[in-house]
């Protein structure tokens, strides 16, 4: 018989060392991991405190105008628009004098975006008729 001792005293050591470096390896690649996506990450992150400081800085200047609206809102200027048309001036696109281009005057989305504006607040808006001439819109929204 042939001693092999000493072979397996060697695959043993060998063993143990392998573990050793694959642990050693393990542990330094999650640490290479975490501070490379920290590095990474900051962009990010600076975008997102930038973010959200501009929209608390934002939020007053949002509140104000609805805080004057919130009462109730008149205007009475222009021509006035025609009962004809008076149905259908929140529709999108629409204009009532079909001369007018985009170069002229619209698009013909203003009311459109401010009745969706109004509904989004749980408001209305309307169009009334202002004798002699003109028109008043009231938009409401609930305080």
């Not at 050591?13 to 590095?39: D, E, G, H, P, V």
């Not at 975008?47 to 104000?64: C, G, I, M, P, Y």
């Amino acid at each position: 018989m042939v001693n092999v001792d000493s072979e397996q005293n060697l695959i043993s050591n060998f063993k143990r060392i392998i573990i050793l470096c694959s642990t050693i390896f393990i542990m330094l690649s999650i640490t290479a991991s975490y501070i490379l996506s920290r590095k990474m990450m900051k962009p990010i992150i600076r975008s997102w405190d930038k973010q959200v400081e501009f929209v608390e800085n934002a939020s007053h200047e949002l509140r104000t105008p609805l805080t004057i609206i919130q009462n109730k809102l008149e205007l009475d200027t222009g021509i006035g628009i025609s009962e004809e048309a008076l149905p259908r001036i929140f529709d999108r696109f629409y204009r009532e004098d079909r001369a007018r281009s985009r170069e002229s005057g619209g698009s013909g989305l203003g009311l459109s975006i401010a009745q969706w504006i109004a509904g989004s607040h749980h408001g209305t808006i309307q169009a009334l008729h202002n004798q002699p001439k003109g028109m008043i819109f009231r938009v409401k929204l609930p305080k």
